[in-house]
């Protein structure tokens, strides 16, 4: 990773510019903006839906949290482009770690593949208190494809925990995983002596939280699946099974100081999971049943 920079007088970027937010180590030198991103990688299946047949309530606070969170990117955070926002409001490790707001001037840095100077702004001015973006950073995004693919993976998933918990209980549950993924992150970048200043955002560390839970409640649940050039129909516990192993895979890679890991918060992915492992069977309301027949419902 390396060190984010900001000034209280950040000069205007282009838009263009600013729209090529980069992920946090050291890769993101090629683009110049230095972030963590939680988000999935989608390479190899595409999940497009699950099951839902013996699911009769409304997700009212699924439904909400896919809205706040298009909500915040677009409007909040002017589709990535505001960088008050965006470097003001994310999750940044040294200012969770010493409990105050830091304030880094911007630098131009050189791309190392065109040449070009790029200004890479700094960290802004955080007017909340700082153990605060826990929960801010979890309703922003670096782009479209980073939302997109969060609440995809949200608004499959997200409904059948809802369901089973009650619509108080799944709101608790959703946050209290995403803090704590967050913290996992936290102590991460502390423990491999990571950059501290680069801040990370994203929703997935939350909802990575709800794939735990999804996972013990419902492992014979069938969810369909883009993989390569069809569709198919598999147990969670396969294509859920198949997200974790990537992200301890790549977790671990990031420990031998593998700069692979392309800047995505893993370790958020897999504190996130765990939380969500171990809280779920806390925060279910009912039993659930599987349905006798297996096949797949759209939604």
Sequence with gaps: MFFSTRTNNVPTLKRKSFRHISFCGRSALTTGYGFCYIHFQKKMFL????????RHTTPIINYILLALNIIAFVFWQDMGNSIPVTFGYSTVPAEILQGHDIVTNSKLIENPVTGEDILMPGLQPTPIPVYFTLITSMFMHGGWAHLGGNMLFLWIFGDNLEHVMGHKRYLIF??????????AHVFSA?????????PSLGASGAISGVLGGYILLFPARRVS???????????AIIVLGIWFVFQLVNGMGTLGGNEAAGGVAYAAHI?????????????????????????????
């Design 271 to 299: 504190g996130g999971f765990v939380a969500g492992l171990i809280l779920v069977k806390l925060f279910k309301r009912r039993m659930t049943q599987i349905p006798q027949d297996r096949r797949t419902s759209w939604r």
């Design 190 to 198: 502390s423990f491999l002596n990571d950059s501290t200043l680069v």
């Design 47 to 54: 999940p497009l839906g699950d099951d839902n047949r013996d």
């Design 225 to 235: 699946v883009w993989i390569l050039f069809g569709i198919m129909s598999l147990p």
């Design 174 to 183: 959703y946050l209290l995983c995403g803090v704590i993924a967050s913290l």
